[in-house]
C-alpha cells in the first residue's frame, strides 16, 4: 500500500459521481444521503492530504540533494525565493537543516509554506545510507496545519543499483473550519533514470507503497500501489502505473495509462464500471 498522488478538482468530481452511484444502489435508503455526503467529502479532503505531503516530500528532497551539491562539488545550489531561509549545522556525519519559511508564508510553485521544517540526517558510510528525519514547527501548508513526523531512508544503491528513498510518515492535518484526518503510510522512489548526469530533465522515478487516512467519524480510505507509478519530471503527471483504492462504500483501480504524458487516466470500479479521469 502506499501514498497516492494528487486527485485534482476534475478527479474528485469524477470519485463524487462514483460515490452517488455506489450510496445509490444501497439497500438501506435511509443512510444514503449520510453516506455519500461523507464519502464525497472526504474523498476531497484526501486529495488534499495527497498534495500536502507529496509538496513536502518534493521540498524537502531538492533542498537535501542542493545541500549535497554544494558540499560535494563545491557548488551553489539553485537559489529558493528570498522568503525561505536555510540554515545548516555541520558536524562529522551529522546535518541539522532548518528551512524556514517565516510566519507570514512564503509562495513556493503556487502554494504557500509557513512554519519550520527542521531536517536532521546522519550518514552511515558502510551501508551506504543516509537516514533523514524532519520534524514539523507550527507548519502549515495552504493554510492547514501539519503536525507530526516524516522519515526519509536514502540508500545510494538498492537491488536495482539505484538510488531509493523510502518515506515513512505519521501526521494529522487540520482545516481551518477545524476538520482533521490522520496519515500512516509509506512511499518509496526509486530513481531509474539520470542520477548523476547532471541533467534535470532526464530524471526519471518509480513510486510504490500504501497509505491509510483516518477520520475523525472513523472512516478509513486506504490505498496501495499495484503497477508502479512512472514520474518522469519533464511531465506534471504521472505517465503510467496504477493504484488500488479501498473507501468505506466502493473500491476500484485508479490507472494513470500506458506511458504518454498527458492528463487522461482512468478509475475502474470492482464491479467494471470505467469512469474517464481529466487530471488538471
Not at 435511509?30 to 492530504?49: A, N
Not at 496519515?183 to 542520477?195: C, H, T, Y
Request: hydrophobic share 35%; aromatic share 10%.
Amino acid at each position: 500500500m502506499m501514498k497516492k498522488i494528487e486527485f485534482t478538482v476534475k478527479v474528485m468530481l469524477a470519485l463524487m459521481i462514483i460515490g452517488v452511484a455506489f450510496t445509490g444502489c444501497s439497500t438501506n435508503e435511509s443512510e444514503d444521503p449520510i453516506v455519500q455526503e461523507q464519502d464525497t467529502s472526504e474523498v476531497v479532503l484526501s486529495s488534499e492530504v495527497d498534495e500536502a505531503t507529496e509538496s513536502l516530500d518534493v521540498l524537502l528532497l531538492e533542498i537535501y540533494e542542493n545541500q549535497e551539491e554544494s558540499e560535494t562539488r563545491m557548488m551553489n545550489p539553485p537559489p529558493l525565493p528570498d522568503c525561505v531561509t536555510v540554515t545548516v549545522v555541520f558536524q562529522q556525519g551529522f546535518r541539522e537543516v532548518t528551512i524556514d519559511f517565516g510566519t507570514e508564508g512564503c509562495m513556493i510553485r503556487g502554494h504557500v509554506y509557513r512554519g519550520r521544517v527542521i531536517m536532521t540526517y546522519e550518514r552511515n558510510l558502510q551501508a551506504q545510507e543516509i537516514f533523514i528525519s524532519c520534524v514539523l514547527e507550527d507548519y502549515y501548508f495552504d493554510n492547514k496545519n501539519i503536525i507530526g513526523s516524516n522519515t526519509i531512508l536514502r540508500q545510494l544503491s538498492n537491488d536495482n543499483g539505484n538510488p531509493q528513498f523510502t518515506h515513512t510518515r505519521d501526521i494529522t492535518i487540520i482545516w481551518p473550519n477545524g476538520v482533521q484526518a490522520s496519515r500512516e503510510g509509506q512511499k518509496v522512489r526509486e530513481w531509474i533514470e539520470g542520477f548523476g548526469s547532471g541533467i534535470f530533465s532526464d530524471n526519471v522515478f518509480e513510486v510504490t507503497g500504501y497509505w491509510i487516512s483516518t477520520f475523525v467519524n472513523g472512516n478509513s480510505h486506504s490505498y496501495e500501489i499495484m503497477t508502479p507509478l512512472r514520474r518522469e519530471v519533464i511531465c506534471r503527471y504521472f505517465v503510467s502505473g496504477n493504484v488500488d483504492v479501498e473507501r468505506t462504500n466502493f473500491g476500484g483501480l485508479f490507472d494513470y495509462g500506458d506511458g504518454g504524458c498527458d492528463n487522461q487516466a482512468t478509475f475502474i470500479l470492482d464491479n467494471g464500471t470505467v469512469i474517464d479521469i481529466t487530471l488538471n
